[in-house]
């Protein structure tokens, strides 16, 4: 038993960046769920307030409130909490179109904005590991 914990142990502790990536996966989606839940919380003022995902190659930023725009620039700050800064082993593709791209729910919490098909998937690579967001059609976004 212990020796079977020692191995279980270790190997957390010497994959830091299989872990990296995980956590990194799961930030934006948390990300990704706080835009939805914005979009779906006010749809009468979609236009004017826009909640947004700008997603980059480097970055996972949700821009200030504001009217829509086709992209934004949004300085890169590791303290802010509306950002997620990749590592820089972190590749990040999709595959519905090449970064950057900015993603915007419906009043529904759908994907149609950004996302023509029934699966637009968000893959981390890093590490030796992959990690990918499946968003769903419907609007449910899950690890997959």
Not at 11 to 35: E, F, H, N, P, Y
Not at 47 to 75: E, F, K, M, W
Not at 89 to 108: D, E, I, M, W, Y
């Amino acid at each position: 038993v212990l020796a079977l914990l020692a191995v279980t142990v270790s190997s957390r502790w010497s994959g830091t960046a299989d872990i990296q990536v995980q956590q990194q996966r799961d930030q934006l989606l948390s990300l990704l769920r706080r835009v939805q839940i914005q979009s779906m919380q006010d749809s009468a003022g979609l236009a004017s307030r826009c909640p947004t995902l700008q997603l980059t190659a480097t970055q996972a930023a949700l821009p200030a409130a504001g009217p829509c725009a086709a992209n934004y620039v949004i300085p890169a700050d590791a303290n802010d909490a509306n950002q997620l800064l990749f590592a820089p082993t972190t590749q990040v593709s999709t595959n519905f179109g090449a970064l950057p791209k900015v993603l915007r729910f419906n009043a529904l919490g759908e994907t149609s904005a950004f996302c023509q098909s029934d699966v637009c998937q968000i893959t981390l690579t890093g590490g030796g590991l992959t990690a990918s967001i499946c968003l769903h059609a419907s609007g449910y976004l899950q690890p997959c």
